[in-house]
């Protein structure tokens, strides 16, 4: 079974840059797509990016898109996501996900492994 551990969160100011790390634990890494997804209290579990197995497709939620990126390195079953001009709404417990439908989706449903999540607090 794959096992995903994420790293990498904290407490930043508005503004402020985290990358966070997702290492996962099986030799077949690249053979799936990755999300990264978020859970703010009391809110739904949302789409935060994605990226293919081969690395050239991602994809964005729109309220991050051009302040997040996502890229991976399967040589060290490691996918990264560099968050930049954090916002306070951007608060949140984030999760990385694999899933076994081989395509880079932000919808919470296909994905089938899942990470423990790692804090993200940004606050002044």
């Known amino acids: 079974q794959l096992q995903l551990v994420e790293s990498g969160g904290g407490l930043v100011q508005p503004g402020g840059s985290l990358r966070l790390s997702c290492a996962a634990s099986?030799?077949?890494?690249?053979?799936?797509?990755i999300g990264w997804f978020r859970q703010a209290p009391g809110k739904e579990r949302e789409g935060v990016s994605c990226?293919?197995?081969?690395?050239?497709?991602?994809n964005y939620a729109d309220s991050v898109k051009g302040r997040f990126t996502i890229s991976r390195d399967n040589a060290e079953n490691t996918v990264y996501l560099q968050m930049n001009s954090l916002k306070p709404e951007d608060t949140a417990v984030y999760y990385c996900?694999?899933?076994?439908?081989?395509?880079?989706?932000?919808?919470?449903?296909?994905?089938?492994?899942w990470g423990q999540g790692t804090q993200v607090t940004v606050s002044s």
């Open positions: 990226i293919s197995s081969s690395g050239i497709s991602t």
């Open positions: 099986r030799f077949t890494f690249d053979y799936y797509p």
């Open positions: 996900a694999a899933n076994l439908v081989m395509s880079c989706t932000l919808n919470v449903r296909e994905y089938d492994y």
